[in-house]
């Protein structure tokens, strides 16, 4: 019964490799997110999807695709992986739409080591 | 632009109270919420001010002043369990959270 749940928790890789997160919620929400932890825990957001539109886009390199299948589920593929993209990733959700300020739910996060 | 500034690092004692502070700069801004973060976990919300005042929840309790950019988050009967990263985070129109780096909570016995 999980809320959040993302695969996988940790992705060890190299340098050059593409490699994807998937992320699934049974929230019934709108929107989900991707976020980007670094090691000085900064917290920041990437991507945003309200009913699989793409709504916020942060300044983030091209090599970062997200896709939205349906709006249950959103997926972040990464192209070239570099050593700075080493970081934990989170995916969230809330309720509502654009506009509207509600609590989002967290999942797990994925710790991704570039090597 | 937009900048959150809060404590990095407060220690506090078992059983005390403490204040953590976020003064915040925002565009757009549409209330501001806190978030709980243990270490190698994910966030979790703790509570969500729109208007100005003290909303309390509990042990935990945060206030907010719009007009001055301000917000505390009140923790009382500390818990060794406490012990987080607790993030300061004003969302604006487009449902976008900035997140501030934390204040990471130590509560000693």
Known sequence: ?115 | GQNIDQPTEMTATEGAIVQINCTYQTSGFNGLFWYQQHAGEAPTFLSYNVLDGLEEKGRFSSFLSRSKGYSYLLLKELQMKDSASYLCAPGNQGGKLIFGQGTELSVKP
């Open chain 1, 1 to 115: 019964d999980t809320a959040v749940s993302q695969t996988p928790k940790y992705l060890v890789t190299q340098m050059g490799n593409d490699k994807s997160i998937k992320c699934e919620q049974n929230l019934g929400h709108d929107t989900m997110y991707w976020y980007k932890q670094d090691s000085k825990k900064f917290l920041k957001i990437m991507f945003s999807y309200n009913n699989k539109e793409l709504i916020i886009n942060e300044t983030v390199p091209n090599r970062f695709s997200p896709k939205s299948p349906d709006k249950a589920h959103l997926n972040l593929h990464i192209n070239s992986l570099e050593l700075g993209d080493s970081a934990v990733y989170f995916c969230a959700s809330s309720q509502g739409r654009t506009g509207l300020s509600y609590e989002q739910y967290f999942g797990p996060g994925t710790r991704l080591t570039v090597t």
